[in-house]
């Protein structure tokens, strides 16, 4: 079973030389601290930078230097600024070939909610409404269960959507899967996980081709 940075190493992966990258808050963020060294990646934020490094070293940090989730971020050599309306015609415009984002449900057939519980104080949509729209590249990074052990990779969505059928991948600390026209393909399980372990997380249909390998970090 994978803790939340195995998570970020394995869709790490995922990440191809030349990508233009969109991390969402929460795990997706640690993403960039795993990337392989010998690849040239672009990673983007909506409130306005272009190059964002790894976190900063404790200590090091610069307070005006955060990303969208007000989190203190590192700048590559080369970064650029700008204001949020140039940043979301980057995310608009489909000039972000990458788009990875938490979620606290999705759907068999790719739908997504990750910004609302009804009844709890929320900061609000940011740009995941924008993203999940105009991404063609969509993984998400989530644990497999809630808190309570129930499932969280549905049939159908319970929470207010965000986006509908644009997931493609799912990276939880169990599985990887990819979104098919026919439910959850599982294509990976976490180390120590048994497929009768996923099978019995998954509240979706779950399908099984052959023997699943084990992920590889």
Same mark, same amino acid.
């Given at each position: 079973m994978l803790d939340k940075n195995g998570i970020a190493k394995r869709i790490a992966q995922e990440v191809k030389d030349g990508y233009y990258v969109n991390l969402g808050i929460g795990i997706p963020t640690l993403v960039a601290n795993y990337v392989r060294t010998d690849i040239s990646v672009e990673f983007q934020s909506e409130n306005g930078i272009l190059g964002m490094g790894p976190f900063p070293i404790e200590g090091k940090e610069d307070a005006d230097l955060i990303n969208a989730g007000k989190q203190t971020?590192? &700048?590559?050599? *080369?970064? $650029?600024?700008?204001? $949020? &309306?140039? $940043?979301?015609?980057? @995310?608009? *415009?489909?000039?972000? #070939?990458?788009?990875?984002?938490?979620?606290?449900?999705? $759907?068999?057939?790719? #739908? =997504?909610?990750?910004?609302? =519980?009804?009844?709890?104080?929320?900061?609000?949509? !940011?740009?995941?409404? #924008?993203?999940?729209?105009?991404a063609e590249n969509i993984i998400v990074a989530m644990m497999h269960t809630n808190r309570k052990g129930e499932a969280k990779l549905l049939k159908r969505c319970t929470l207010p959507l965000t986006g509908v059928g644009c997931v493609k991948k799912i990276v939880t600390n169990l599985a990887?899967?990819?979104?098919?026209?026919? !439910?959850?393909?599982?294509?990976?399980? &976490?180390?120590?996980?048994?497929? #009768?372990? @996923?099978?019995?997380?998954?509240? *979706?249909?779950? @399908? =099984?081709?052959?023997?699943v390998k084990e992920m590889s970090i």
């Open positions: 971020i590192t &700048a590559l050599p *080369g970064a $650029s600024y700008f204001d $949020s &309306a140039t $940043s979301f015609a980057m @995310i608009r *415009g489909r000039h972000v #070939d990458l788009t990875i984002l938490g979620a606290m449900e999705v $759907s068999e057939n790719g #739908d =997504i909610a990750n910004w609302k =519980i009804p009844g709890k104080m929320v900061k609000g949509m !940011g740009g995941a409404m #924008d993203l999940v729209a105009s990887v899967l990819e979104v098919t026209n026919d !439910g959850f393909l599982l294509l990976e399980r &976490a180390p120590g996980v048994t497929v #009768d372990e @996923i099978i019995a997380a998954t509240e *979706g249909k779950l @399908i =099984i081709k052959g023997a």
